[in-house]
């Protein structure tokens, strides 16, 4: 069974950076994507649901953003070491949150897909950022 565990998470100032990391466990053959979602604090009783932010493929290293974020945030994965990172620069108050990290099983869907937490099946517990002065 494959576990996941983030970490590198922390507080940092508006236009700072930030790297997660992700540690995978147990046997990844069969996996399609690694993706990192985050989830804003609620506001109020509104629930607010977990927004992909990027994910990379297994078989070619393709990967997408989120619209808000390219430029600005690059995911990588190291498949020896089963380790996906996020490294996050110029970071924005708004984008406190709790990010996760996920994997999505096989088949390969169309990349777009893979920004989308429904073709995830393993998560991680999430690790903190906030973004403040």
């Known amino acids: 069974q494959v576990q996941v565990a983030e970490s590198g998470g922390g507080s940092v100032q508006p236009g700072g950076s930030l790297k997660l990391s992700c540690e995978f466990s147990?046997?990844?053959?069969?996996?399609?994507?690694m993706g990192w979602f985050r989830r804003p604090p609620p506001q109020g009783r509104e629930y607010v649901a977990r927004?992909?932010?990027?994910?990379?493929?297994?078989?070619?290293?393709?990967?997408t953003y989120a619209n808000s974020v390219r430029g600005r945030f690059t995911i990588s994965r190291d498949n020896a070491k089963k380790t996906l990172d996020l490294l996050m620069s110029d970071l924005k108050p708004e984008e406190t949150a709790k990010y996760y990290c996920?994997?999505?099983?096989?088949?390969?869907?169309?990349?777009?897909?893979?920004?989308?937490?429904?073709?995830?099946?393993?998560w991680g517990q999430g690790t903190q950022v906030t973004v403040a002065s």
């Open positions: 927004e992909g932010v990027a994910a990379i493929t297994t078989d070619d290293g393709s990967t």
């Open positions: 147990g046997d990844l053959r069969g996996i399609a994507a």
């Open positions: 996920a994997i999505a099983p096989g088949p390969r869907f169309g990349l777009p897909t893979y920004l989308h937490s429904a073709v995830y099946n393993v």
